[in-house]
């Protein structure tokens, strides 16, 4: 059973424009977190977010927590050709992560 | 502060053969988690370790096993490999607080089972 998916899977964009992904549940986590993974490599931390409504943002990217804490958006701007690889997003709940089925982002020059 | 480490990085075994990874864990953090990730799937968890202890385990069958040493690192040990075990496996570490904390994530070991 999936229990996070994430939407669109594959997105592929011009440099420049703007993307929002989004990762959405119906059960509740303690915390959801984001990772970038380039192939044959671990996942890469983006962030942590734990409050529900909390809205984090790292130069370009924007992360928000759903308030009922079940759900989170990815939102980059003006998007660039180093931002392309696989997007997870990660809910904690007890010892275990549950990811989501990632989406795929090319960046096109 | 050192990070993840995994080895080996590549592995190739046939149907039947055990296996084992290794992970060290990042400096600072007393629990370790295993993931397998398939062709084009996101991680799935396999067991977590704490206090040299399985601390959960996912829906994977008894074959996969694993150990925590007082250094807190880890090994994972996969026994009569099956084609289907063809996967990159992911170690990560984190601060048991509880649950729900923060995991860094390894490399990898990408495994090839023909």
């Known amino acids: 059973t999936q229990l996070l998916e994430q939407s669109p899977q594959f997105l592929s964009i011009q440099e420049g424009e703007n993307l929002t992904v989004y990762c959405n549940s119906s059960?509740?986590?303690?915390?959801l977190q984001w990772y970038r993974q380039e192939p044959g490599e671990g996942p890469v931390l983006l962030v942590t977010?734990?409050?529900?409504?909390e809205v984090k943002k790292l130069k370009r990217l924007t992360f928000q927590f759903g308030d009922a804490r079940k759900d989170s958006s990815l939102h980059i701007t003006a998007a660039q050709p180093g931002d392309t690889g696989l997007y997870l997003c990660?809910?904690?709940?007890?010892?275990?992560?549950?990811f989501g089925t990632g989406t795929r982002l090319t960046i096109i020059p | 502060e050192t990070g993840v480490t995994q080895s080996p990085t590549h592995l190739i075994k046939t149907r039947g053969q055990q296996v084992t990874l290794r992970c060290s864990s990042q400096?600072?953090?007393?629990?370790v988690s295993w993931y397998q990730q398939a062709l084009g799937q996101g991680p799935q968890f396999i067991f977590q370790?704490?206090?040299?202890?399985?601390?959960g385990r996912g829906n994977f069958p008894p074959r996969f096993s694993g150990l925590q040493f007082p250094n807190y690192s880890s090994e994972l040990n996969v026994n009569a490999l099956e084609l289907d075990d063809s996967a990159l496996y992911l170690c990560?570490?984190?601060?048991?607080?509880?649950?729900?904390?923060?995991?860094?994530f390894g490399p990898g070991t990408r495994l090839l089972v023909l």
């Open positions: 400096s600072g953090h007393n629990t």
């Open positions: 370790y704490y206090r040299e202890e399985e601390n």
């Open positions: 990660a809910g904690a709940r007890t010892e275990k992560l549950t």
């Open positions: 059960s509740v986590f303690s915390s």
């Open positions: 990560a570490s984190s601060f048991h607080r509880g649950g729900g904390e923060t995991q860094y």
């Open positions: 977010v734990v409050t529900g409504g």
